[in-house]
């Protein structure tokens, strides 16, 4: 059957042992059915059946692609050939990273292309795939034009058409989570883009300060800062918004992961000022940690959606209090 | 099946889905009405539902919830019998049950089944058309193309379609979709022995189970209360709704579900915003960066 294992732990349910063993498991025996706790504390919704490291890992190879193929083409147009070149392989690897991680999560890899019989606007999945198969050829052909020095203005053209999608690709994949039934990615719709493209732009800065010489990282620098302090804030919108859905991103294993992407990120912003400017260690070092932190922040979401799914309440209490102000209002 | 694909159906919602989805020469929209009040829990839906549609078994577990076995629906389990003990005054029961320290204690059984919503968000966000919508007004995943995406598994507010395991794509209810073609009702409301799953054309239904709550009421039930009837709710009411004697949340069912793509113009918005910001930020990093 399936999830059996990964339907584990309504975090918090009232049911006592209900969540521990999934739904219809041997020896899950929580307490009755109530109106708080559900069906014997069993999620309403269906957890996504997505791999953590496969969707995680998605979500933030996308939005380091877009952030250095924004930085490459800027790079190209201002004189900086290392950084355009080392972004530009970054932009591409990220890519193809992503689009692997796509394809071997399907539960039929081999009809990946079933994705291309429709264009439905409706779902950001089907946009997004037409994003990336026009994003992802054009970032492989200015990495590859770029390095092996063939075709070199088709080569640039490529490379500004990607920077042309890679806002899109940055961002898409907030839609594209929050487009469910998980309350806590739901919920957090208008925020999430914010969160996405910050911690894109942190991650895009955060290479660009590893990868280039310190005379070409002063607009890398920038962006990065404005990555992690966005990043920051819109975390904090985010927390003030949600209501009790909130503490999805405060507990567990995403509350541990996305405290530590804060301190991490706001450690790399300090880096950045003190010392990216100065010393090429300290660039690197304050990049690997707005690029680590960059990681935590789209695991620690991943896992924030997964805890929301799996405890009834999320779906539950904002859905009855919803309803009672309806009820109030007709009154 | 282009005629199913409807990408602006939640544009669109309305009573008719069928026709918003091109359907010209179509049936009246078909549909089950759940009458859980006369549920024995007996499970032959479970089990006529299994056969018909050949689904593998959902795991031969003890959950020792009751006599729930089958937990939920999933992708192997497309009717599933929801047993609720309560510790609570039943409306009625037989004078000799009556417990002797006086201890009350009621029974809910409910058969639960995809709601075949009017505006469905596992149709919005199936990203290869496996999903349509049909004639009946009913939704459907097409095994032939579906490619296990499982972008339907959490876009679903009732928790109803699962990616199988061992198989890799989504399955869930298609309203026997085979067995309307040849004007046969769907397996499990022929199997169930006491009528509580009616099948029907929805708006005869809709009044059957208004007239069902009003006998109840009168009887001195007044618990009863229909859920997914009413077409302005959240997800534009359901095609299979019920009648239920508590909240729809012990019976695991969502208070007052919407579908998620209600709200994609503003996801794109902000999406769109987001993403002019990323532009914005890349375009200040390289001006103010200009003297190196």
Known sequence: MSGNGDR??????????????????????????????????????????????????????????GATALLAAGADLTGRPVLARRAKLCASGAIALSLGALVKDLGRPLRFLNMLRVFKPTSPMSVGVWLLVGYAPLTMAAAASNVTGVLPRLGRAAGLGAAALAPGVASYTAALI??????????????????????????????????APLHETRPARHLALMGAAGELVAERLLHRRLGMVAEAYERGSAGRRLKTAQALEAAGAVGVVALAGRSRVGAALSGAALVAGAVLTRFGIFAAGMASARDPKHTIEPQRERAAARARQAL | ??????????????????????????PPRMGFFTDTSVCIGCKA???????????????????????????????????????????????WHEPNFQREDGDEFRWLMSSDVCKHCTDAACLDVCPTGAIFRTEFGT?????????????????????????REGDGRIFKCTLCYDRLKDGQEPACAKACPTDSIKFGELDELRVQAGERVQELHAAGVTEARLYGEDPADGVGGDGAFFLLLDEPEVYGLPPDPVVT????????????VAAGALVAGALASFVAGARR
């Open chain 1, 178 to 211: 929050a487009d469910t039934a998980v309350p806590a990615w739901h919920e957090a719709h208008r925020e999430l883009p914010f969160v996405f493209v910050s911690s894109a732009a942190a991650a895009g800065g955060g290479f660009a300060l590893i990868a």
């Open chain 1, 8 to 65: 584990a732990t309504a975090a918090g349910a009232t049911a006592p042992v209900a969540g521990a063993t999934g739904r219809g498991a041997a020896g899950s025996n929580g307490g009755p059915p109530t109106a708080s706790a559900g069906y014997y504390g069993d999620p309403v919704v269906n957890p996504p059946v997505w791999r953590e490291l496969d969707i995680a890992g998605y979500l933030f190879t996308g939005g380091l692609s």
């Open chain 2, 139 to 163: 939704v459907v995943v097409q095994a032939d193309v579906c490619n296990g995406c499982g972008y339907c598994v959490p876009a679903c507010p009732y928790g109803v379609l699962d990616r």
């Open chain 2, 261 to 272: 793509t209600r709200d994609l113009g503003s996801m794109w918005r902000h999406v769109g």
């Open chain 2, 45 to 91: 839906c479970e089990v006529a539902c299994k056969e018909w549609n050949d689904v593998p078994e959902d795991g031969l577990n003890w959950s020792g919830r009751s006599l729930d076995n089958s937990g939920g629906l999933g992708a192997d389990t497309w009717r599933h019998v929801a047993f609720v003990e309560q510790r609570v005054k039943a409306g």
């Open chain 2, 1 to 26: 099946m282009s005629a199913g694909e409807g990408p602006l159906n939640v544009l669109l919602s309305g009573g008719d889905p069928a026709a918003e989805a091109g359907w010209l020469d179509r």
